[in-house]
């Protein structure tokens, strides 16, 4: 999961995957399409990560910001339609992707789910809502009178009492615009059913990733008689207070990423000392002195001067440990740190926050996390752990000032039912361990958990997965997969040189 606080609470403990731009209006006279009672009409889905674009069709449904008050203000929910050619009885009970975060748009992120539901989407029209409050759902966004994102600057350390202060300011602008009480996953899963019912569909299938996996179990908990499969990657079970536990999960991550270098000779020989050790040094080391150091920027090329310290290497840590390809680097740019080059992890810094900048929606992200979780929160003691207690109070550090809702009295009970469930995990996960999944899956008799192997944050789009959900589609019974193809998934080497790992 990830949510913006600060550099470490800000980039790194924000929740999953690559944002797209915001799809265009359809031109003009471009061709309607009805699905029960929607109008739809071709849009374009664009992504700044991705190199192709995504046609859809997209359509909006006004709801009460106030489920209680059905006159007063309405929500316009912005819905994609990922079309498949196939015209039998998979359109009657379509998939919905339920995007994380929370702060996350579903539809920015459609390239990467088009690509890892391509499979399931030959059978099953994919729908993409965005969660009240994100993408074009009446985003929470933080805007000054210029109508521009409010400054807040995500380089510089933070404390407490700036991210109250800022929450302050975002509310102020969000007086005319929203109710913030009414931005959380129980009235987010009123929004899904309501978009399945003016689809005209009886049954949907729910895919959720990351937070999006506390909105599925809560709307099949809800609407059970509504949800036909479950598809939960990366999961988090209702009774976790999210990041309450992130220095725990990661401490775990980095530790398993360690013991993967020394079982490799190439990669033992060459870094003698071991991942977390050397992550504890160079923290150390930069914890008494900050460096100021000279590096390249990746975006523009220009030189720059910039600070680092302790925050800035384990934000990137953090940050890399969600996926296997950029982990596989921390070795190599800590042994340049440790011996005092820090130009390659500033770098790397600069591109991945540039790249991560603006893909969680905070006020959103806000309503969600101090109703749901911020009253059930016990802060840890200080201990050994890289991360330390301070995240975890940095994550909730809005909730004091923030306008929040409520939650009913059974969310935090566990999702028991007879549904086919498949509950998937990363091996090397750092926010939403296997263990998590474990935990799930006891009260769910029709589940099955596969734990994806040498993976981290996200494996819809690992190996055979994709195959492995449309044949899950298609049967709603998990435990029958033969998923013996997902053993030839491994651990991505770790880089012994900025030229790659040795062959």
């Known amino acids: 999961m990830r949510l913006s606080c600060r550099p470490l609470a800000t980039s790194a403990a924000l929740l999953l995957l690559a944002a797209c731009q915001a799809a265009p209006e359809a ?26 674009n995504v046609e859809a069709e997209c359509a909006t449904l006004q709801v009460p910001e106030n489920p209680d008050a059905p006159n007063g203000r309405k929500i316009g929910l912005n819905i994609a339609w990922l079309d498949t050619a196939n015209e039998g009885e998979g359109k009657q009970d379509p998939v919905f992707f339920l995007a994380g975060g929370p702060g996350q748009s579903a539809t920015e992120v459609a390239a990467i789910i088009n690509q890892s539901l391509r499979e399931v989407r030959k059978k099953r029209d994919i729908i993409l809502v965005d969660q009240r409050g994100t993408g074009k759902s009446n985003p929470l966004s933080c805007l000054g009178a210029d109508g521009k994102e409010l400054a807040f600057d995500e ?21 005319d615009r929203a109710d913030t009480r009414f931005y959380t996953t129980t009235q987010a899963i009123g929004d899904l059913d309501a978009v399945r019912a003016a689809l005209g569909v009886d049954k ?13 179990q809560q709307y099949a908990a809800r609407f059970p008689q509504h949800t036909r499969a479950v598809v939960i990657d990366g999961v988090v079970p209702n009774d976790i207070v999210v990041g309450a536990d992130f220095a725990n999960t990661f401490e775990s991550a980095i530790t398993l990423q360690s013991a993967q270098c020394s079982k490799d000779p190439a990669c033992a020989k060459r870094f003698p000392v071991d ?13 008494k002195a900050p460096v100021e150091v000279e590096y390249r920027d990746p975006g523009t090329a220009q030189i720059r001067r910039d600070t680092i310290s302790a925050d800035t290497v384990t934000s990137l840590a953090f940050m890399f440990s969600y996926m296997p390809e950029l982990s596989s680097l921390l070795p190599v740019v800590l042994d340049e740190a440790a011996q005092g080059r820090y130009a390659p992890l500033m770098s790397l810094n600069s591109l991945v926050t540039r790249s991560m900048s603006g893909q969680m929606n905070r006020g959103m992200q806000w309503s969600v996390i101090c109703a749901e979780d911020y009253d059930r929160f016990q802060p840890a003691p200080a201990g050994d752990s890289l991360l330390g207690p301070e995240l975890a109070r940095m994550f909730f550090a809005a909730c004091p000032v923030w306008k929040t809702g409520t939650r009913p009295k059974n969310f935090t009970a566990p999702l028991s039912a007879p549904l086919p469930v498949l509950l998937l995990s990363g091996e090397f996960d750092p926010v939403t361990p296997p263990r998590y999944a474990e935990q799930v899956l006891k009260t769910l008799p029709n589940g099955r958990h596969l734990i994806a192997k040498g993976q981290a944050h996200g494996t819809l789009g690992a190996g055979c997965m994709p195959r492995l959900l449309a044949q899950f589609m298609d049967k709603a019974d998990a435990k029958s997969l033969d998923a013996t193809c997902l053993d030839a998934l491994s651990p991505t080497p770790a880089f012994t040189s900025f030229n790659g790992w040795e062959p």
Do not use: D, H, W
């Not at 949907?204 to 599925?216: D, E, H, K, W």
């Open 275 to 287: 991942t977390r050790t050397q992550l504890r040094n160079v923290m150390t080391t930069l914890g």
């Open 155 to 175: 380089s510089a350390a933070a404390t407490p009492e700036v991210i109250a202060e800022y929450a302050q300011r975002c509310a102020a602008t969000l007086v």
């Open 204 to 216: 949907i299938n729910l895919v959720g990733g990351s937070y999006g996996t506390r909105v599925a």
């Open 27 to 52: 031109p003009p006279g471009a061709a309607e399409r009805q699905y029960g009672t929607l109008t739809f009409k071709p849009c374009t889905l664009t992504s700044a990560q991705a190199s192709n």
